[in-house]
Structures are given as C-alpha cells and as structure tokens.
DNA sequence: GCCGTTTTCGGCCCGACTGTTTTCAGTCG
C-alpha cells in the first residue's frame, strides 16, 4: 500500500542515516527502526488510519517512532530525519553502498580525504591515498577500487529475482552434491523461505571435510571470483554477478546451521531471544543450555520443539509474527502440494503462445492425478493469442471427445478473458454464459491511474460470468511493476462477488504478491486459487512455486479452492454461478 | 529506540572472514 510503503521508505532512511551517526549497524537505536520499517512494510491497515496510540500497539513501534510517524504523515516530514539528512547529504549516503564501505570507513574518509560522494572516493583511490589510512591498506583500497566499478552490477543492495537465480542455485547444489566429502547440501536463505527477490545465494553443505568441499566449490564452472575463503565459510561470484555463499558444517550440526542460515534475520533474532529468556544460546552450531549442553541441533524441528514452538516452514520465516503464533499454535493450516486438486488456468496451443497440444496438456493433467482442469484459451480481445468465437465453439467440440476419454478428469471448458479500460471483458453475455469456468486479467494500460484501475478491477469483478481473477496485478518480478489500485476496495468487491483471486505460480509473476496476501492474511471471506497459468505440460510443476507461494502469504488451505475434490469443487461451482 | 511470567531500568543474537593488527576493528549475514 502506497501510504505504508512510504512510511517504511521513512523509516528505512533513518535505518541507514542513523547507521552513520551511531557508527554501526549493531547499534540499538538502529535495530529498532529496522524493526519499525518492517512492523510498517507488513502492516495490514493504512498507517494514515491509525493514531498515535493504536501505533504504538504494533510489536517494534514505540513513542518515539508512533510519533515521527504521526508527524511525517501530518506535516509530510520528520525533524530527525531532516536533521540527520543535513549531517549525511545524499552523496555520502550512496557511499555506504559499496560493499566494503561501512559507517566507520564511510566517515574515516569523510574526515580525513573530504570524501562526500562516490566520485570523491573514486578519485581518492586512484590516487592513492586510501592505503595510508588507519585501518585501511594497499589490499583495503584495491578491493574497495573493485567495488566501486561493480557498483549497479551487483552492489549489496542490487537483488535478483528468483526466476534467475533458482536455476543457478539448483545447478550448484547439483554439483556439490556429487561431491564425495559432501553429506548433505541445500539452499538457504532468501531462496529457501521464497522470497520474489534474492540478495545472494546461500548454500549449505554438511561434510567431515570441509576443506575438499571449499576447494571444490571455488573451482565450480559457474564461479568467476572468489570473493572470500575461511575454514567453513566462503563465497563466490558467478559471471551473472549474483553472489553465493557457502557454509560448511559438521552432520549433526546440519538443522541448527540450517535456521541460521535460512533466516530471516529477523526470525533468527527472535529465536535467540527465547533462547536466552530461558537461560540458553542458540547460535549455527546447537541450541545448548546454561551448562553448555547440547538441547537440539540435527534438526530445525527439534529446536522448534525444544524452544516450545511448532515448526515454522521457512515461507513463513520473516519476523512478522510466526515465532508468536508457533509458541500460540495458531500457525495457518499450510497448503501442501498433495492438497490440490485442480488446476484452474491452463492453456495449449489453441492460444497464440501455447506449445502443448490440447490433447497433451489434457493427458498431462490426467496423468498427475489431478481431478480437475480448466482449459482458459486466451479470449478474442488479445489480439495475437486469442481465439475467434468460431474457434472457441471448435475447441469446444473437441474438448467434448475428451471427456469421454478421460473420465477421471472433468475437464471445464473455461476462457482467460481480458480486463478492458473500463472493465468490461470479451465477447457478449449470451456468449460467455456458454464457459464453464472464465478468468479474467489485465493484459493491457498498465499505467492508468490508481482509481482508473480499481474501478476497473471491480467492475470486471462484478460481471457474474468471471469466476476468478488472473494474476491480479500483472507484474513481472524485476521487470514490470504491477498496476496500483486501491487494495481494500478491490478485496471488499472480490467478497461482495464472490470472486476468486488466482496465485498465479509462474516465477516472474508469483502474483497475487506476497505482500498483498499478508494483507488478506485475516480475511475468511476471500477465496484463491493456486494456479499454473500453464503454456506447456511441463508447467504443471510449477504448482509447487505458487503452493510456497500461498505459504509465504499465510493463505491457509481452507480458503483455496482447489484444494477441493472434484465433487466438492463442482458443487462449490454451481452453487456459486 | 524498544520492552517486561526475572525487569519501567538495563538489558538488547551470535559468529565468520578480511586486513590490519600483535590481539583487534570493521563488515557482513
């Protein structure tokens, strides 16, 4: 939402700003506006609607920042903020982006070289005088030289959609896994709780013999630099400039380093914290008690266990409320893949950009076991793809002959229409009356303004022949933003309608976006459904994205409509059309 | 700056790697 992500933005500029002032990103004025950022970014209310008082209710906001809240979102700024903006001008902001240039160096050469902006530190290592510095040396300069030129290329702050970066990792824990020293290996981090975006890939590999794994992953093909080697730590650039880390631990230390190294931070924060509330350490390596005796460390479950929390699946693993709702067991009831049973966005080559056959993504579907397909050729207004009304009543007669060859499917004869300006869809009312199944989506004017938009939607919404919405806000992770509406009004008319809201699973859509899921996270009355979006039978698999997907948005299974069986679903179906 | 089934004051997650040190500071996750 646009308010609170501005109030984050806030927020997270006084995260970087008092950085520099404090000297260190451990300081705890700092990790309590991370914590404000976050508690905002997460929030499932406006920000603008909430008083000073309701603010401070929020876990990690208290009466200092309630107030700097309240005093940006009334006077559209922040005395702190600006106080701290005119000790750190922009410039020298940007400066901290380096990796390598932390607060203390940021403000060495401030102070000693009168560096203020990039181009300043630039200029001083060139001439050299970065390596006489206290601290600092001919290494410390060549590195930060690096650094600088990598700048935008894969600076700390640049992130890779997952899209790009699942394949590099999947090949590296490929490679390593055949690796004789290694027991066990798997991606961590960002990647492993699913995130849209990743800052690096991390890896962790479980082996007796650390140093043959290090030596091997320094020489995998995909590794262009290494950017660090230690006993148990090291890291790599790819050609691509992403970034990945590999930690090497003992076998039975694999679930404790495992949680380390999955995070959040935040989820990492709050587990030691409990730890430490009943006198123990948590740390990579175990969780142990006061005496140094080892409590849990093989697998994360058994610490979950030992720390009286249900196992959080890593999805849910961001610091926005699950370490509570683990020790409470109010955890959401998480879809799984063996919960679907239907897939209801399914294409072939009947639409421009399908590459499967009908026939073959009907027996695909058939041969994963799935009770229900809804075959949703694109409709008449995408120009390209989409299929005449001649066409559709053909497809409809061969859609008929496949029934009879697969009994154990129903297949619904369904269509993906397409969201005009002013919300109206394909083809007429008499013509849509003949589909079994329509989703709608927006393929076109990305750009209207928010209340063009939300109207829009609604409208669509409100026509009884759309069943579901498709991929509701149209981006494509790191390519395309999506269109922006007004959230709350566009959930309310999906209730109203009854409208269902596809999680798309494609990898660069994920959409229905997280962020916006967690906004839905109370909301019984709205339905889902996980949808492949397939163009080929080898996409079906990608239910399993948009089932991680769903999890990372706290949709719990009772409020996905494919989770039903067939019977359940079809009655579901005509009760609601 | 936040927060309280030990606390409204005094704590706040924990450890690896690098480069510069000769025991540690800075950075990162």
């Not at 995070?263 to 969780?287: D, F, M, P, T, V």
């Amino acid at each position: 939402m646009a308010i609170n992500d501005e109030v984050a933005a806030r927020l997270g500029e006084l995260v970087t700003l008092t950085t520099l002032a404090d000297g260190t990103k451990q300081s705890f004025r700092v990790r309590a506006y991370e914590r404000a950022r976050d508690a905002v970014r997460t929030l499932s209310a406006p920000v603008a609607d909430l008083t000073a008082a309701e603010l401070q209710q929020i876990d990690g906001i208290g009466a200092s920042t309630a107030k700097k809240i309240r005093e940006y979102l009334e006077t559209g700024t922040i005395a702190k903020l600006d106080e701290l903006r005119g000790r750190f001008p922009p410039g020298l902001v940007e400066v901290m982006r380096i990796p390598g240039m932390g607060p203390k160096t940021v403000l060495l050469v401030r102070d000693e070289l009168g560096v203020a902006s990039v181009d300043d530190l630039r200029a001083a290592v060139a001439a050299e005088r970065l390596r006489d510095l206290p601290g600092l040396g001919k290494r410390s300069e060549e590195k930060i030289a690096v650094a600088i030129e990598r700048l935008g290329l894969h600076g700390k702050d640049r992130r890779t959609p997952i899209i790009e970066a699942l394949p590099v990792a999947d090949e590296i824990v490929g490679l390593l896994s055949a690796q004789p020293a290694v027991d066990r290996v798997e991606s961590a981090g960002s990647l492993r709780r699913f995130r849209e975006t990743i800052g690096d890939v991390d890896v962790l590999v479980a082996s007796g013999d650390p140093e043959s794994v290090m030596d091997a992953f320094g020489s995998l093909p995909v590794a262009s630099e290494v950017l660090a080697r230690g006993e148990t730590k090291s890291a790599i650039l790819t050609g691509s400039g992403l970034q990945v880390d590999l930690r090497v631990v003992a076998p039975d230390q694999f679930g404790a380093a495992l949680l380390y190294f999955t995070g959040s931070k935040a989820h990492n924060i709050e587990l030691r914290q409990r730890a430490i509330s009943r006198g123990w350490i948590l740390n990579e390596y175990a969780l142990t008690d006061e005496d140094g005796r080892v409590l849990a460390a093989a697998t994360e479950a058994d610490i979950y266990g030992e720390l009286g929390l249900e196992y959080v699946a890593p999805p849910l693993r961001e610091g926005v409320g699950e370490v509570a709702a683990a020790a409470q067991g109010t955890l959401p009831d998480l879809v799984q893949m063996g919960d679907l049973h239907g897939d209801l966005h399914v294409h072939s080559s009947w639409s421009g950009d399908g590459r499967s056959s009908l026939e073959d993504m009907v027996a695909a579907a058939a041969a994963r076991g799935l009770e229900y397909v809804a075959i949703t050729e694109h409709a008449e207004d995408l120009a390209i793809n989409g299929l005449s009304r001649d066409q559709v009543r053909e497809e409809r007669e061969v859609i008929d002959a496949l029934r009879a060859a697969h009994p154990e499917l129903a297949i619904l004869h369904g269509a993906e229409l397409n969201i005009g300006r002013d919300g109206s869809v394909d083809y007429d009312e008499d013509f849509l009356a003949g589909f079994d199944w329509c989703v709608a989506s927006v393929h076109s004017l990305f750009d209207l303004p928010p209340e063009q938009q939300t109207r829009r939607l609604i409208a669509a919404m409100e026509n009884p022949a759309v069943d579901v919405i498709g991929h509701l806000t149209g981006r494509r992770i790191g390519r395309r933003p999506g269109i922006e509406f007004d959230v709350d009004a566009v959930f309310a008319a999906a209730s109203k309608t009854r409208t269902a809201l596809e999680i798309n699973c494609h990898l660069d859509r994920l959409d229905v976006p997280a962020d916006l899921l967690l906004r839905a996270r109370n909301r019984d009355d709205l339905t889902f459904v996980i949808s492949t979006d397939s163009h080929h039978v080898s996409e079906y698999s990608h239910a399993e994205w948009g089932v991680r997907h769903a999890q990372r948005g706290w949709v719990d299974r009772s409020r996905i409509a494919n989770t039903m069986s067939r019977a359940e679903f079809l009655a579901w179906l005509g009760a609601k059309r």
